[in-house]
């Protein structure tokens, strides 16, 4: 017989934050439902009034089936749910039906019942199912931003339990037809696709033990024509650097739902009795076009203590300068060069450790190589310091070459599901962190290189996708879980024994991008491609979860090494501008021209960072359908910075205006390019260019806005927007 506690009378909570409501519904016998989640519905005074009895239809299910509003949080198959299960696991092919009985519903940390309306807040349930012995704890949040986040924890209460997966969702209205995801590759994450969302699953799944350069990022449902600023729209996001899936479901009775959770391997995870599994926060963001459900994730980054000041320092990486050549006298060279263009911050990149001459050996030995720095790292740290700028430096720390002392050392320490090691990438092979030793080794390393050379900033990189992730003295159990919580602790340790240090999210580019791994780093690298013209969509999509100050965002060579393309350092540095900014480009080649340009650039930065880094981001109306407009205008409206970019040649002969959104519509403004170097740049300014006298209306700014000059294909350039009043 069970001694569960009495179950809780039913209590439904409305919460509502930044224009955004939730309404959750916990009664006895099930899981939590959430029966809105998106516009603010207004101050209610009883469930009936907060939408619950028009939202629950409980005659037109005509087969039995659940009606939308009564989809769990974690879909329940028992409640009469057809679709994916939110819980799969068994003893052995028992207890895998569950029936939760609701037994704990506290918001703030108070019991509550009946109705209750409140602000932001937090809303613990627990719930438990006797007969399959296993217990839910789960924690829905509305936090200040609009953002929901949802969590769940499950304890076995029983004999052995396999858990092979804890799925999250939440309901999105009928209206929500369209679907938007990412997609990518290589040097071009994060490519928008969007489609209809018809009847069944669009499932997203990243077996890369990384996020993925091809990570769905935000799953979002939305009106037909959704744009930046118009269209309602509902994302979810799930906050794990691991094994991962989103999902957009959609079923035959007209459900929709949005989702995630992490994606386990078979048998990874075995609960013993009274052990438990927390799954990743499912971060979920309603706005009124694609800005709107941004800024909520924006805004959510800004509000934690731990976010980046304003005074983001311009950053010289020195990676496509150098590559694995590392020559002390150059790079000293290179960074004298740099202090004279005004750059604040040098990172030594791929290539000063062990026997990293190339990419075939030294992972795994993160001792600098004496070969090529025989007294070390402190001339250039010296050097570098000596200018009043901050040192960086790159790391692997997850990565091992078979070549490198600690592979020999070690093998077994090597990630392997079979008797023989899986498909090398890039010459590497993953080290398993789950293993104590192991973690020590690599923590101890990193330890006495940030304290040797008391860097300030670490560039944190993940090469390669993980393949058959397993521990070699557990007969190849899989071990991703552990890994991707060994990774957080070795940062979270990082973090907290050298407090000031910066640590930025690389994997091969923007492979590693997500609230997780962003809960204890400092940026993102948003891409190996520096392209401009690439930059420009990358930036566009990244943003969707991340504001400027947090997308690494560098200057690259006038030919770019990715695309070979060739661009005008005024587009290479006006498109970098909105997010970090840095320079990774060998100025020991850049002409005097080229050099005095470049410090105009960072000039202008600096002037412009606190806006950059706190701004409100938006994106669009594109003037056509080759001008796209981008900017960022501060929280108070008194100032804004905008970026047209031709990404091809214009059908039109006549150049369109931009009309530039987010001001307020009756303060008036002063209007001024931002021009930098060479003023002439081959097209015929509009009268407004020169004109410092003229004054306009945030109004007449948004709905007509000012006219555009011929720009060349491939050419940018930046409008900056002052209030007068
Ligand atoms: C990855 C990173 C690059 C660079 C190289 C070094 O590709 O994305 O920026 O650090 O590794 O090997």
């Known amino acids: 017989m069970s001694n569960a506690p009495e179950s809780v009378p039913a209590a439904t909570i409305h919460l509502r934050a930044a224009g955004c409501s939730l309404l959750v519904l916990a009664d006895d016998d099930r899981l939590p439902r959430i029966r809105h989640w998106g516009a603010d519905l207004g101050e209610q005074s009883s469930a009936g009034a907060a939408g619950i009895d028009i939202v629950s239809d409980p005659h037109s299910h ?10 769990s949080v974690v879909t329940d198959p028992t409640t009469g749910w057809f679709g994916r299960a939110g819980l799969k696991g068994s003893r052995l092919g028992r207890s895998w039906s569950t029936s939760f009985r609701t037994t704990k519903v506290e918001l703030n940390g108070r019991p509550v019942a009946g109705f209750t309306e409140g602000g932001p807040g937090t809303l613990r349930i627990a719930a438990v199912d006797d007969e399959a012995a296993l217990t839910l704890h789960l924690v829905i949040e509305l936090l200040d931003s609009g953002l929901v986040r949802l969590r769940a924890t499950l304890t076995n209460d029983g004999a052995d339990f396999d858990l092979d997966e804890l799925s999250l969702n939440v309901p999105v209205p009928s209206q929500a037809t369209e679907i938007l995801d990412f997609a990518g590759r290589w040097g071009m994450e994060r490519q928008a696709q969007r489609h209809d969302f018809t009847v069944g699953t669009h499932l997203r799944e990243s077996r890369r033990g990384r996020t993925g350069l091809d990570a769905a990022t935000v799953v979002h449902a939305m009106e037909p024509a959704t744009t930046f600023s118009a269209g309602e729209a509902w994302g979810v996001h799930v906050a794990w650097s691991g094994n991962h899936r989103h999902f957009a479901e959609h079923d035959s009775t007209g459900v929709r739902l949005l989702g995630g959770g992490e994606l386990l391997l078979p048998g990874e995870l075995q609960l013993a009795t009274g052990e438990s599994y927390t799954t990743p926060w499912l971060y979920a963001s309603y706005g009124v076009g694609l800005d709107a459900v941004a800024h909520r994730f924006h805004n959510y980054l800004r509000d934690r203590p731990q976010h980046v000041s304003t005074d983001r320092l311009v950053t010289l990486n020195v990676w496509e300068a150098v590559y694995f050549d590392h020559d002390p006298e150059r790079l000293i060279a290179l960074a004298d060069r740099a202090a004279e263009v005004g750059i604040e911050r040098f990172v030594l990149d791929d290539g000063w450790f062990g026997a990293r001459r190339n990419s075939g050996a030294g992972l795994g030995d993160w001792t600098v190589s004496a070969d090529v720095w025989p ?15 901050q040192f960086g430096l790159w790391f692997e720390p997850e990565m091992v070459n078979l070549d490198s002392d600690l592979a020999r050392a070690h093998p077994d320490w090597i990630m392997a599901a079979r008797s023989v090691l899986p498909r090398e990438q890039r010459s590497q092979h993953v080290l398993n962190l789950s293993i104590p030793e192991c973690f020590t080794a690599v923590h101890d390393q990193l330890v006495a290189m940030i304290a040797e050379y008391e860097i300030d900033y670490l560039k944190w990189d993940h090469n390669r996708d993980h393949l058959e992730a397993g521990l070699q003295s557990a007969g190849g159990a899989p071990t991703e879980h552990a890994q991707t919580l060994a990774v957080y602790q070795l940062l979270d340790d990082l973090k907290e024994r050298f407090p000031a240090l910066e640590i930025e999210s690389c994997a091969a580019g923007g492979g590693r991008i997500d609230l997780g791994i962003l809960e204890r780093t400092d940026r993102v690298w948003v891409s ?34 990715t695309t070979h393309r060739t661009h005008d350092l005024s587009f290479r540095a006006a498109t970098a501008l909105f997010g970090h900014y840095g320079v990774e480009w060998d100025l020991g080649a850049a002409t005097e021209d080229d050099l005095r340009e470049l410090a105009d650039w960072i000039a202008i930065y600096k002037k412009h960072r606190g806006l950059i880094n706190r701004g409100n981001v938006l994106r669009g109306p594109d003037p056509a359908d080759n001008l796209w407009l981008h900017g960022v205008v501060a929280g108070d409206r008194s100032e804004a910075l905008y970026g047209v970019a031709a990404m091809s040649w214009g059908a039109a002969s006549t150049p369109p205006r931009a009309r530039l959104r987010g001001l307020d519509a009756v303060r008036r403004y002063q209007v001024a390019p931002i021009v930098v170097g060479d003023a002439d740049r081959g097209f015929t300014p509009p009268r407004w260019w020169d004109d410092r006298t003229a004054v306009v209306s945030g109004a007449a700014l948004e709905s007509v806005g000012v006219q555009l000059p011929n720009l060349h294909p491939e050419h940018s350039i930046l409008i900056h927007v002052i209030a007068v009043d």
């Open 375 to 389: 007294d070390g790292l402190h001339p250039l740290v010296n050097a570098v310091r000596s200018h009043g700028m």
């Open 528 to 561: 190996d491609c520096i392209d401009p013209l690439e930059r420009q969509r990358l930036m566009r999509w990244t943003g969707q979860l991340l504001p400027p100050e947090l997308m690494g965002s560098h200057i690259g060579s006038p030919r770019s090494h």
């Open 62 to 71: 005509l087969s039995g089936e659940l009606p939308a509003s009564e989809v």
